[in-house]
């Protein structure tokens, strides 16, 4: 069994864009009186702002654990997917910049009834595509042609 978190300097961003959100909505609603509907407004984006936050945070603390049975996401809401109940596999890519240089993959799981997503900011992110991947392959999953090209990019597959 292996287990993998994400490491508190890879969630930075996600804490500053959460904490810049906080204060741009939370401050005019405290300090300016504003009409309802404008209030209301800013309340909702602070809620939304909040909950960014909190599931940054709940990313942090929480661990996932890959083993020959399945995943599990710890931490917050506990969710598993026995390999043996996987359904869709999907790995993409999200390019940060223009150039397509800088940005992240994110890996998506479903099966059981649930749904799991994991970013390739966490620790040895290979380590649980790979697991996938093999999983993918042993249930005889059929993966789109970008999943397949990004697996070869982190060379879990060949081209």
Do not use: C, K
């Given at each position: 069994m292996t287990r993998h978190r994400y490491p508190p300097s890879a969630l930075l961003g996600d804490y500053a864009r959460a904490a810049l959100g906080l204060a741009l909505t939370l401050l005019p609603l405290?300090?300016?009186a504003m009409p309802p509907v404008a209030a209301a407004i800013f309340a909702l984006l602070a809620l939304?702002?909040?909950?960014f936050a909190l599931s940054t945070l709940m990313r942090q603390l929480g661990t996932v654990a890959v083993d020959e049975r399945?995943?599990?996401v710890e931490g917050g809401w506990r969710r598993r997917?026995?390999?043996?109940?996987?359904r869709r596999a999907r790995l993409r890519w999200f390019a940060a910049r223009r150039d397509r240089r800088a940005g992240y993959m994110q890996l998506v799981l479903a099966g059981g009834?649930?749904?799991?997503?994991i970013d390739s900011r966490i620790a040895d992110f290979d380590t649980i595509a790979a697991a996938a991947a093999r999983a993918a392959e042993a249930r005889g999953l059929a993966l789109s042609e970008a999943t397949r090209a990004n697996l070869a990019a982190l060379g879990i597959i060949g081209d």
């Amino acid at each position: 069994m292996t287990r993998h978190r994400y490491p508190p300097s890879a969630l930075l961003g996600d804490y500053a864009r959460a904490a810049l959100g906080l204060a741009l909505t939370l401050l005019p609603l405290l300090l300016v009186a504003m009409p309802p509907v404008a209030a209301a407004i800013f309340a909702l984006l602070a809620l939304l702002f909040a909950l960014f936050a909190l599931s940054t945070l709940m990313r942090q603390l929480g661990t996932v654990a890959v083993d020959e049975r399945g995943i599990e996401v710890e931490g917050g809401w506990r969710r598993r997917i026995d390999w043996q109940q996987l359904r869709r596999a999907r790995l993409r890519w999200f390019a940060a910049r223009r150039d397509r240089r800088a940005g992240y993959m994110q890996l998506v799981l479903a099966g059981g009834g649930r749904r799991i997503a994991i970013d390739s900011r966490i620790a040895d992110f290979d380590t649980i595509a790979a697991a996938a991947a093999r999983a993918a392959e042993a249930r005889g999953l059929a993966l789109s042609e970008a999943t397949r090209a990004n697996l070869a990019a982190l060379g879990i597959i060949g081209d």
